[in-house]
């Protein structure tokens, strides 16, 4: 298993710019979603999905679209990159825990650092 | 809302030292889950542990332990005898858990405490 890959690691945009970041897992984990990392603030939600076709914001999704077409696939695209946007971004994903409170265990992707110009 | 603090910005001790990582967190939820991570110098985030709201024992593996208190809604971290190797940014993360329809999986991380050790 390769387990979560992302692509690319590091990309330079300038300001306006459109770009697609790649996630993909091959554990048929049915929960992906995507964090991103600023100095001091930890990890902070930006999207999530819970299964192909369910898509769902989290704590920062103002300027990121996510779709899931295929159980494997989750990418974020930045429709108009701003400075604001400079991060290292992480994608993540699990099983769905199975009823009774139980919580699977989120396995993070080797990040994508951006920066936006 | 859920909250996860970590008042440890960065500590720096001196190999062998044992070493204690604070993490305390804020739920109105009775059903939670708590995670570390550890993010190494290469920038990768490893799981180190996952631990449910019904089970406060202590957890030892190797040199790490884990300390879970409800009553002061802590979840402690201790490197006993710590190594160069231990030097990274670790995290706490809660999770709630909604009893019928599974986790929720959505993580709220603290902010991290960098721990540099130093040989």
């Known amino acids: 298993n390769a387990g979560v890959t992302q692509t690319p690691k590091f990309q330079v945009l300038k300001t306006g710019q459109s770009m697609t970041l790649q996630c993909a897992q091959d554990m048929n984990h049915e929960y992906m979603s995507w964090y991103r990392q600023d100095p001091g603030m930890g990890l902070r939600l930006i999207h999530y999905?819970?299964?192909?076709?369910?898509?769902d914001q989290g704590e920062v999704p103002n300027g990121y679209n996510v779709s899931r077409s295929t159980t494997e696939d989750f990418p974020l695209r930045l429709l108009s990159a701003a400075p604001s946007q400079t991060s290292v971004y992480f994608c993540a994903s699990s099983y769905i825990g199975g009823g009774f409170g139980i919580q699977e265990t989120q396995y993070f992707g080797p990040g994508t650092r951006l920066l936006v110009l | 809302a859920q909250k996860v603090t970590q008042a440890q910005t960065e500590i720096s001790v001196v190999e062998k030292e044992d070493v204690t990582l604070d993490c305390v967190y804020e739920?109105?939820?009775?059903?939670?889950?708590l995670f570390w991570y550890k993010q190494p110098p290469s920038g990768e985030l490893v799981f180190l542990i996952r631990r449910n709201s019904f089970d406060e024992q202590n957890e030892i593996s190797g040199r790490y332990s884990w300390n879970f208190q409800k009553s002061t809604s802590s979840f402690n971290f201790t490197i006993t005898a710590s190594q160069v190797v231990d030097s990274a940014v670790y995290f706490c993360?809660?999770?709630?858990?909604?009893?019928?329809?599974?986790?929720?999986?959505?993580?709220?991380f603290g902010k991290g405490t960098k721990l540099t050790v130093n040989p």
């Open positions: 739920t109105r939820d009775t059903t939670y889950y």
């Open positions: 993360a809660l999770s709630e858990a909604r009893l019928l329809q599974g986790g929720s999986e959505k993580l709220v």
């Open positions: 999905s819970v299964g192909a076709g369910i898509t």
